[in-house]
């Protein structure tokens, strides 16, 4: 029986334009771009060359399950809502901080290179751990004032603005 070739399956070929900005930046942490490096001219191939290779080293989903993280840690910290268990993670996750700060600003300004597709515009923010607002309820009690100047107020739950709608919106 003759012996049968089996080609390794290779992932599928991941297009710039089909990332969104801060997975641009978790695939330029995960390359081999120098931290140090400064930009080259207006556009610079490089910089498009090490996020291929960042999602190659990654894959699609990691990528994407890093950048939503990413985003939600962001989210929360411009808040000052981070708790000390989120903030060990995203330190175990990005533990150079100046590089993963060359690799957002290097990935934003790629955005002007490559646009990204719409298709690819729906990132939602991701807390890694429970939501330090409303304890992963999914919720939260409000007495929200509907008149001043008579009292009248209504109160009941409603969905908690940071965890739920993508992460604050």
């Known amino acids: 029986m003759p012996a ?7 992932p599928p070929t991941v297009l710039v334009e089909e990332l969104e900005a ?7 942490y995960a390359s081999d771009m120098p931290t140090r490096y400064r930009l080259r001219g207006p556009e610079d191939t490089a910089v498009i060359g090490w996020i291929t290779q960042g999602v190659a080293r ?18 929360l910290w411009l808040r000052d809502m981070t708790t000390p268990e989120i903030d060990r993670r995203h330190k175990e996750r990005f533990p150079s901080k100046r590089r993963l700060n060359i690799a957002e600003s290097m990935a934003s300004t ?6 990204i597709v719409p298709a690819a515009r729906n990132l939602l923010a991701e807390i890694d751990g429970p939501c330090p607002r409303c304890d992963d309820a999914g919720k939260l009690w409000v007495n929200q004032v509907i008149d001043d100047a008579s009292g009248w107020y209504e109160e009941g739950y409603v969905p908690c603005w940071v965890c739920q709608n993508g992460g604050a919106e």
């Open 22 to 28: 801060m997975e641009r930046a978790v695939a330029l």
């Open 58 to 75: 990654l894959g699609r989903e990691e990528i994407r399950q890093r950048a939503s993280r990413l985003l939600g840690h962001r989210k």
């Open 110 to 115: 790629t955005v002007m290179w490559v646009g």
């Open 4 to 10: 049968t070739l089996v080609a390794p399956h290779l």
